[in-house]
């Protein structure tokens, strides 16, 4: 059984960094890919990046690239979301994701394992 962990979400003002963190435990993955979505109040879930675990592939929607940087420790089995120049519309709750089936990797579908979320709050 795969778990997923996040943390590192909080309070902070527009212009300002957040690291959210996500740890993963159960099994190995060597062939699985990492994945930030985020969820703000009545809108559905986004992709935010993802990476595959085995390489430097990386992948971003277009409004955090250039902010955000996703990246992984494989000695630690935790994956990172660096956030900078954080914007009021950046605010949800970033929940991290784990999957192996093919697919789009902005496709919700294709993740298998869900972490619990962690609030990120962008104030103006």
């Known amino acids: 059984q795969v778990q997923l962990v996040e943390s590192g979400g909080g309070l902070v003002q527009a212009g300002g960094s957040l690291r959210l963190y996500c740890a993963a435990s159960g099994r190995t993955f060597s062939t699985f890919y990492m994945g930030w979505f985020r969820q703000a109040p009545g809108k559905e879930r986004e992709f935010v990046a993802a990476i595959h675990w085995s390489s430097s592939n990386t992948y971003y929607r277009d409004s955090v690239k250039g902010r955000f940087t996703i990246s992984r420790d494989n000695a630690q089995n935790t994956v990172y979301l660096q956030m900078n120049s954080l914007k009021p519309e950046d605010t949800a709750v970033y929940y991290c994701?784990?999957?192996?089936?093919?697919?789009?990797?902005?496709?919700?579908?294709?993740?298998?394992?869900w972490g619990q979320g962690t609030q990120v709050t962008v104030s103006s």
């Open positions: 994701a784990m999957g192996s089936k093919g697919g789009s990797l902005y496709n919700p579908r294709i993740y298998d394992y």
